[in-house]
């Protein structure tokens, strides 16, 4: 098991950015795959990025890509989320998380590990 927190949320004007973070505990980071999600108000949690234990594949979502960019630094136990022009229906509570696999994942039921959240509200 891995325990995650994230921060960096916010309020931003449309076309704004923000770089969330996520921290995790334990020795172990680099076996672990990661993943953002997020969940707007209203509807359901909706994968956003993923990377693999080694950084070297990522995946994203369309309505984010070229926008959102996912990375790791595996010497801080640290995963991150640049989020660069962003937009109103960005608005969402962004949830970190992990499982112990070398691969990308973008399926949310395959993580079992996640953060408590942190709030990102984009304002027109």
């Known amino acids: 098991q891995v325990q995650l927190v994230e921060s960096g949320g916010g309020l931003v004007q449309a076309g704004g950015s923000l770089r969330l973070s996520c921290a995790a505990s334990?020795?172990?980071?680099?076996?672990?795959?990661m993943g953002w999600f997020r969940q707007a108000p209203g509807k359901e949690r909706e994968f956003v990025a993923a990377i693999s234990w080694s950084g070297s594949n990522t995946y994203y979502s369309n309505p984010v890509k070229g926008r959102f960019t996912i990375s790791r630094d595996n010497a801080k136990n640290t995963v991150y989320l640049q989020m660069n022009s962003l937009k109103p229906e960005d608005t969402a509570v962004y949830y970190c998380?992990?499982?112990?696999?070398?691969?990308?994942?973008?399926?949310?039921?395959?993580?079992?590990?996640w953060g408590q959240g942190t709030q990102v509200t984009v304002s027109s």
């Open positions: 334990g020795r172990t980071f680099t076996a672990y795959a």
């Open positions: 998380a992990a499982r112990r696999t070398v691969l990308a994942i973008t399926t949310q039921r395959e993580y079992d590990n």
